[in-house]
């Protein structure tokens, strides 16, 4: 047996090759079993199921909702949201707007009038030359040990209303030892309390200083009692009543800034109309007034006062 090589070409050896090479490719690729069956499944289904309408209920949609939250909370797939800026409050142009009012407006001097109220001022005052002499009195008395001290208590209050019109009172109470005069035949001691009343009109002249000047009326309600020298003679007691009319002009001026404390004069001259006679003494002393035996009786009067003043100074707006 005679066996015989008949030679090969280089370009049919490398089709052969090439044609096994794809025999074992091919050979090797085989579809999974499970996969075909699921996908024949779903294609049977969509063709045997008729298409339907589904409402969903809103219990559903509450938990499908709540579901997809959570769901979307676990996953770790789910792209991470950042927290938002918060808000910051919108600046004002200009907190304050009286500076740029200031630059657009023209400064004057205003001068404004403030409210004047019904009542002005109250003043509460003491008469000073009774106040002395009732103190050197008391300390003349403390030697001599002597229990026939005279003194006197004199005030007086004042309410300044509007228009210059002021209220005018004064009281006092005296107990006097006076002097004894021939025209007497005993010496008598006078006590009681008396009184005035009238209306004043005030001018200022400064800032702290006015005159006023008013008409008053007086009434004093006193006791004279007789001091007899012999101890057999038998004391005699009446009570008596005086009134008298007053023309007064005084000054006030301002003693102490800071304790409101002002000091003034008076210059009354008075008119003594209507008195009751006393029998044991021919002249006698009437307690605010003077001697009974003068018709006209100046007298000059000094005194301190405090003042409570409702006054607004003026306002200035520069």
Not at 195 to 203: A, C, N, P, W
Not at 226 to 254: N, Y
């Amino acid at each position: 047996m005679n066996i015989q090589y008949v030679p090969i070409s280089s370009k049919r050896l490398a089709t052969v090759l090439l044609l096994a090479c794809c025999c074992t490719m091919l050979s090797s690729f085989k579809p999974s079993p499970s996969r075909k069956s699921d996908s024949k499944k779903k294609n049977l289904s969509s063709l045997s199921t008729k298409p339907q309408l589904n409402i969903p209920d809103s219990t559903q949609l509450i938990d499908q909702d709540t579901t997809l939250t959570d769901n979307s909370s676990d996953s770790l797939a789910a792209p991470l949201l950042t927290k938002p800026l918060a808000l910051q409050p919108i600046p004002l142009a200009s907190p304050d707007p009286l500076p740029p009012l200031d630059q657009l407006m023209t400064k004057q001097l205003i001068h404004i009038q403030p409210y004047v109220p019904f009542v002005q001022e109250i003043s509460i005052g003491v008469e000073s030359i009774s106040l002395l002499k009732d103190s050197w009195n008391l300390l003349k008395n403390i030697k001599k040990n002597d229990p026939n001290r005279s003194y006197e208590y004199a005030g007086s209050l004042a309410i300044l209303f509007r228009k210059n019109i002021q209220l005018s009172i004064e009281g006092g109470y005296a107990n006097l030892y006076p002097d004894h005069r021939k025209d007497n035949r005993n010496k008598y001691r006078s006590t009681g309390f008396y009184g005035s009343i009238g209306l004043d009109y005030l001018t200022r002249y400064s800032a702290t200083d006015n005159l006023y000047a008013g008409l008053r009326y007086s009434r004093a309600s006193f006791t004279n009692h007789t001091l007899p020298d012999q101890p057999v003679t038998k004391p005699i007691s009446q009570d008596l009543t005086a009134s008298w009319f007053e023309l007064v002009l005084g000054s006030e001026s301002l003693l102490l800034d800071k304790l409101n404390l002002y000091g003034g004069f008076t210059l009354c001259i008075g008119y003594l109309y209507n008195f009751e006679a006393f029998n044991p003494a021919r002249n006698y002393v009437i307690p605010g007034y003077g001697i009974n035996a003068n018709k006209f009786r100046p007298v000059l009067n000094l005194y301190i006062l405090y003042k409570f003043s409702f006054i607004e100074r003026m306002i200035e707006l520069n």
